[in-house]
């Protein structure tokens, strides 16, 4: 039973555009959200996470939107950069249980140059 | 500061054998947690150990254990191994338990069973 889920498993965006990637979640438990970013060969990178207080979270180049009555979150890229190609996670976990991470399946973002 | 590390990188074991994987967390870091990333699948979560204690267990059968040494170190046992065990072993530090804490990847360890 996936409890996150994106739908896209690729995007491509042409470099200096926007890059939008979605993610659903059907456990209305969960009230901590994260993005992980994923290089070949390497673990996931932590990039940018948002509490369900809230409902946008900006670092730099990197904002994620939460709407938790859709139980849906998107991670925003803008501008988007060749560096950025990878493989982006979305995860969600329950402050009322362990820091346990529940994984999407990924979406592989291309910024072509 | 080293990040986590994990070892072996690659590891090919043939069905029924037995298999150890190691972890060593961020300097600091009381909690790690064990993933088992699927080719084409997100990192499903196994274990999470939090002052050599385990806090939390996934979906997964009895032949995966793990255990947490005094210095925060962690193996990943699996026996008996099925072929569908084949798959990236992530294993994650964080400086204490809550999901508050954000978590730090290792670059995992490959497991191929033949």
């Known amino acids: 039973d996936q409890q996150v889920k994106q739908n896209s498993p690729s995007l491509s965006v042409q470099e200096g555009r926007i890059s939008i990637l979605n993610c659903d979640y059907t456990n209305s438990m969960f009230d901590y959200f994260l993005w992980y970013k994923k290089y070949p060969a390497e673990g996931p990178t932590f990039l940018i996470s948002?509490?369900?207080?809230?409902d946008k979270n900006e670092d730099g180049r990197f904002t994620v939107f939460l709407n938790k009555s859709a139980k849906h979150l998107s991670l925003h890229i803008v501008p988007s950069q060749p560096g950025d190609s990878a493989v982006y996670f979305c995860a969600a976990s329950a402050r009322t249980g362990a820091n346990n991470l529940f994984f999407g399946t990924g979406t592989r973002l291309t910024v072509i140059p | 500061d080293a990040g986590v590390t994990q070892s072996p990188t690659h590891l090919i074991k043939t069905r029924g054998q037995q298999v150890t994987l190691r972890c060593s967390p961020i300097?600091?870091?009381?909690?790690v947690s064990w993933y088992q990333q699927v080719l084409g699948q997100g990192p499903q979560f196994i274990f999470q150990?939090?002052?050599?204690?385990?806090?939390g267990r996934g979906n997964f059968p009895d032949r995966f254990s793990a255990r947490q040494f005094p210095n925060y170190s962690s193996e990943l046992n699996v026996n008996a191994l099925l072929l569908g065990d084949s798959a990236l072993y992530l294993c994650?530090?964080?400086?204490?338990?809550?999901?508050?804490?954000?978590?730090?990847f290792g670059p995992g360890t490959r497991l191929t069973v033949t």
């Open positions: 300097s600091g870091h009381k909690s």
């Open positions: 948002i509490s369900s207080i809230k």
């Open positions: 150990y939090y002052e050599k204690e385990e806090r």
């Open positions: 994650a530090s964080s400086s204490a338990w809550g999901s508050s804490y954000e978590q730090y």
